[in-house]
């Protein structure tokens, strides 16, 4: 099964991704958490990425095309499906992976697209923190770790700081209407009402992929 998750930042779409994966035995290609492992390892593209991650701002497509091809042409993927998380991004982006998917003869099975409430996305991200030691992400109020958790123990991402937070929004809310359309037109969206809280989102997300 190939699937999709979109949804602006966030909405849980790496929170849903990491039960999904577990539940369907697919592949999660998230990008923005490819960006973040060559920025640790400080590779040339981590370094790119940075200087935009940074801002806010997006990572040229080109770049980031070219990461979602050579992964998706990985043996792991053909043989298990995949969960694409954060991409596609652009519309650019979009027509992009229509055309990667063609060469590589795979189909996209469906796009699920999680909707929350703009106005709850700053509090989740500023309360975003993320454990260390096996990148699991938490909420320090709506998803705490267990009980007298070390803070020490876990980080919060850079660009999750209130300027940064609202330029992501700004793009994304921008970027991402002409993409849902552009999947609706092809009969590959289910909406999911993400206000609610994450156990409920993954019941109605379980019920969709079933049913594909
Ligand atoms: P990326 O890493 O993809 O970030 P994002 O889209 O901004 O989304 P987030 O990861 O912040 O949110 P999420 O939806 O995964 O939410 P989460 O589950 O963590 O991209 C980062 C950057 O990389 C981009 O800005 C760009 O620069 C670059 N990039 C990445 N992909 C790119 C691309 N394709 N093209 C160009 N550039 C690209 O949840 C958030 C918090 O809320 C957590 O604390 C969680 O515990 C909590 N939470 C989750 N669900 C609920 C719920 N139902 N109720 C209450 N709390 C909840
Ligand atoms: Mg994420």
Same mark, same amino acid.
């Given at each position: 099964?190939?699937?999709?998750?979109?949804?602006? !930042?966030?909405?849980?779409?790496?929170?849903?991704?990491?039960?999904?994966?577990?539940? #369907?035995?697919?592949?999660?290609?998230?990008?923005?958490?490819?960006?973040?492992?060559?920025?640790?390892?400080?590779?040339?593209?981590?370094? =790119?990425?940075?200087? /935009?991650?940074?801002?806010? $701002?997006?990572?040229?497509?080109?770049?980031?095309?070219?990461?979602?091809? $050579? *992964?998706?042409?990985?043996?792991?993927?053909? $043989?298990?499906? #995949?969960?694409? %998380?954060?991409? !596609?991004? +652009?519309?650019?982006?979009?027509?992009?992976?229509? %055309?990667?998917?063609?060469? =590589? @003869?795979?189909?996209?099975?469906?796009?699920?697209?999680?909707? &929350? %409430?703009?106005?709850?996305?700053?509090?989740?991200?500023?309360?975003?923190?993320?454990?260390?030691?096996?990148?699991?992400?938490?909420?320090?109020? #709506?998803?705490?770790?267990?009980?007298?958790?070390?803070?020490?123990?876990?980080?919060? *991402?850079?660009? %999750?700081? !209130?300027? +940064? &937070?609202? *330029?992501? =929004?700004?793009? @994304?809310?921008?970027?991402?209407?002409?993409?849902?359309?552009? /999947?609706?037109?092809?009969?590959?969206? /289910?909406?999911?009402?993400?206000? @609610?809280?994450?156990?409920?989102?993954?019941?109605?997300?379980?019920?969709?992929?079933?049913? =594909?």
């Amino acid at each position: 099964m190939n699937l999709l998750i979109m949804g602006l !930042p966030g909405a849980g779409k790496g929170t849903q991704a990491a039960k999904i994966v577990e539940e #369907f035995g697919i592949i999660h290609i998230s990008t923005g958490d490819m960006f973040r492992s060559a920025i640790a390892n400080q590779t040339k593209m981590g370094i =790119l990425a940075k200087s /935009y991650m940074d801002k806010g $701002e997006l990572v040229p497509d080109e770049v980031t095309n070219g990461i979602v091809k $050579e *992964r998706l042409a990985q043996a792991d993927v053909s $043989e298990k499906g #995949f969960l694409l %998380d954060g991409y !596609p991004r +652009t519309i650019e982006q979009a027509n992009a992976l229509d %055309d990667i998917l063609t060469d =590589l @003869n795979m189909v996209l099975d469906g796009v699920i697209n999680i909707d &929350v %409430d703009p106005s709850l996305l700053l509090e989740r991200l500023s309360g975003r923190i993320i454990h260390k030691e096996t990148g699991e992400t938490f909420h320090k109020v #709506f998803n705490p770790p267990a009980a007298g958790y070390d803070e020490n123990d876990y980080y919060q *991402r850079e660009d %999750d700081k !209130p300027e +940064t &937070v609202k *330029r992501r =929004l700004d793009i @994304n809310i921008e970027q991402g209407a002409p993409i849902i359309e552009h /999947y609706r037109q092809k009969d590959l969206v /289910y909406d999911i009402a993400g206000n @609610n809280e994450i156990d409920l989102v993954f019941k109605d997300i379980v019920e969709v992929v079933s049913s =594909l």
